[in-house]
């Protein structure tokens, strides 16, 4: 699996992946050896809006990005490009930035993929882990066909708001619910090698409280007691985790 970095850190949500031993010496090494300036961009989201000129799949590679990721000043490409340009990309950053770090691409692998399943909300009515797992698993080995690296999934905020816009995405309004989906999903993307060619890293989002807007509105406000916040909104990242 090719890591960015810092790119888990780079998204709101909690990355529940962990590198191999010998993977975290060799990220330990590379650290030392960085300068603030490579650390920074690992950091850097592409995002489709930056692919300025033509196609972002059957278009020439825009050049600001290209340079960009030669000099190893991006991390993660966020739902931009297809295989195609996604090797072009990673050869740059592979071969020609100055310490060869891979970049990533991530993806909202949530519900489908080339496979489409009903909605986390409908999924979680099945309170069934088997079927969570299974889908996961499924989803994640069609997104590396598509040289995807990193799902921004499962989403675990616990709304209690049906007139959310995002209320689709979750597991509902129970936290253990949520918990149990959260282990399922994770299992399933990640699997127990992350090396096999058929996982992906997951993220837990969107870390924490987001699925608590006041009058459903997205963005809006959020107030949260303690008992809330320990109770209902973080026990499903723990479970995660």
Not at 127 to 140: K, Y
């Amino acid at each position: 699996m090719k890591l960015g970095l810092f790119a888990c850190a780079a998204v709101a949500g909690a990355c529940a992946f962990a590198a191999a031993p010998a993977t975290e010496k060799k990220i330990d090494d590379l650290l030392k050896r960085m300068t603030l300036e490579e650390k920074v961009g690992q950091l850097v989201q592409i995002g489709s809006g930056d692919f300025a000129s033509g196609d972002v799949e059957k278009g020439p590679l825009d050049s600001r990005v290209a340079n960009a990721v030669a000099r190893g000043e991006a991390g993660l490409l966020i739902s931009c490009c297809g295989i195609r340009k996604y090797n072009q990309l990673q050869k740059l950053a592979v071969e020609e930035s100055r310490l060869g770090i891979p970049i990533m691409l991530g993806h909202d692998v949530i519900h489908g993929c080339r496979t489409v399943a009903p909605i986390p909300l409908g999924l979680s009515c099945a309170w069934d882990e088997e079927l969570w797992r299974g889908l996961a698993e499924t989803l994640a080995a069609e997104a590396r066909t598509r040289g995807i690296d990193w799902t921004f999934a499962p989403m675990l905020d616990v709304s209690r708001d049906a007139r959310w816009g995002r209320i689709a995405e979750c597991a509902g309004q129970d936290p253990f619910l949520a918990s149990r989906y959260a282990v399922a999903m994770v299992r399933g993307f990640q699997g127990d090698n992350p090396a096999d060619g058929r996982h992906v890293a997951a993220c837990l989002k969107h870390y924490v409280g987001y699925g608590a807007c006041e009058g459903g509105r997205d963005y809006n406000t959020v107030e949260l007691s303690d008992d809330t916040l320990r109770n209902v909104s973080l026990p499903p990242f723990e479970a995660g985790v």
